[in-house]
């Protein structure tokens, strides 16, 4: 009985391949749903971490706008408190790590790189080297390696 209800050409064979197809469709589209979600949330995290990136480079700006005497200091008409410059170096350091986290493109290393120009002498000193930079991160060293080299 069952050959015969299941036989090619049968009501029952029919809708059972219909039936198969209707899953095989219900899969195909849940499937590119799921794709399309994360799709949509890479790019809004990519957003995201693009915006944490300029938030964290404000406050950078608003410190070197504050103390444009340590952001190049070079230009200083006097002597700089090493004090003050070294902690001013930190920060600047501790802010482009954390861009470099959030986003580590092109775009930005060309901008951190435009910012601790100014500061080579120090990144390229041998205390420099044999401290603090060993506290960056491995993106941020090789920036100040290209930096610190150039010339």
């Not at 069952?2 to 095989?24: C, D, M, R």
């Not at 590119?32 to 950078?60: I, K, P, T």
């Not at 044999?130 to 390696?145: D, F, M, V, Y």
């Amino acid at each position: 009985m069952l050959t015969v209800l299941l036989a090619p050409g049968s009501l029952n064979h029919t809708a059972n391949n219909i039936k198969g197809f209707a899953i095989a469709i219900g899969i195909a589209i849940a499937v590119g749903f799921v794709w399309m979600w994360w799709v949509h949330r890479q790019r809004e995290r990519n957003q995201e971490l693009g915006s944490r990136a300029y938030a964290v480079w404000d406050g950078w700006l608003r410190l070197a706008l504050a103390h444009p005497d340590l952001a190049d200091p070079g230009r200083a008409g006097g002597a700089v408190d090493s004090v003050r410059y070294e902690t001013f170096l930190a920060t600047l350091l501790v802010t482009a790590d954390q861009v470099l986290l959030f986003e580590d493109s092109a775009r930005w290393r060309a901008t951190i790189a435009r910012h601790l120009e100014p500061h080579r002498a120090r990144l390229a000193s041998e205390e420099f080297k044999a401290t603090t930079l060993k506290e960056c991160s491995p993106a941020l060293q090789r920036l100040i390696a290209s930096i610190a080299g150039a010339r």
